[in-house]
């Protein structure tokens, strides 16, 4: 089975400009997570869904972030307008929830560069 | 005070040795507790998980549980030079799903 796929890998904009991740979560994993990762704060939850509905986004850094998960399989983290200090690498992850042990599986990550 | 606090490191130890990471967390409803490693590029992965007071072994592995004290640590015993890495300490927040991370130990193991 395949893994958490995140798309893009790699992406750099310039300041101002919309930015949108996508994630698509293991198949059959009920919750799905975004994490951001930088070297001064770490790994940093952003939001979580269970079964599509957002649990939780008071990690979300302000109203530019806005996350969506429009049915199980797919999710998007978008940020509009882009900010140099939003340059991070953003995972998604998702897992089992009581199903499971609590593992997260997570993505490659997005690498976010923003000028 | 941060949820869940490491030492940021470097830990540096020589092959063979013991090496030994801390954490403590705050939130003292928390249920479940996660080791993650996560080399350098690469997205984290799960190493071991606990959930009762007491030790936990696994292979070279050992997690250490303290719920009285809010603390959890890990023991990696015969260190390689492939466990070079940052290990990261997670903790569900007050006994649900939301896993909130510390900042992660960086652990070398020298040849």
């Known amino acids: 089975d395949a893994g958490v796929i995140q798309s893009p890998r790699h992406e750099v904009t310039e300041m101002g400009q919309e930015v949108t991740l996508r994630c698509k979560p293991i198949?059959?994993?009920?919750?799905l997570f975004w994490y951001r990762q930088t070297m001064m704060r770490g790994l940093e939850l952003l939001i979580y869904?269970?079964?599509?509905?957002?649990?939780?986004d008071s990690g979300m850094p302000e109203d530019r972030f806005s996350a969506k998960m429009p049915n199980a399989s797919f999710s998007t983290l978008k940020i509009q307008p882009s900010e140099p200090r939003d340059s991070a690498v953003y995972f998604c992850?998702?897992?089992?929830?009581?199903?499971?042990?609590?593992?997260?599986?997570f993505g490659e990550g997005s690498r976010l560069t923003v000028l | 005070q941060k949820e869940v606090e490491q030492n940021s490191g470097p830990l540096s130890v020589p092959e063979g040795a013991i090496a030994s990471l801390n954490c403590t967390y705050s939130?003292?409803?928390?249920?479940?507790f996660f080791w993650y490693r996560q080399y350098s590029g690469k997205s984290p992965e799960l190493i071991m998980f606990?959930?009762?007071?007491g030790d936990k072994e696994d292979g070279r592995f050992t997690a250490q549980l303290n719920k009285a004290s809010q603390y959890v640590s890990l023991l990696i015993r015969d260190s390689q030079p492939s466990d070079s890495a940052t290990y990261l300490c997670?903790?569900?927040?007050?006994?649900?799903?939301?896993?909130?991370f510390g900042a992660g130990t960086r652990l070398f193991v020298k040849a």
């Open positions: 939130d003292r409803g928390s249920q479940s």
């Open positions: 997670a903790v569900d927040h007050t006994g649900g799903f939301k896993t909130i």
């Open positions: 992850a998702s897992s089992l929830g009581s199903r499971g042990d609590g593992e997260l599986f």
């Open positions: 606990i959930y009762s007071n």
């Open positions: 869904f269970n079964n599509n509905v957002p649990i939780d």
């Open positions: 198949s059959g994993h009920d919750y």
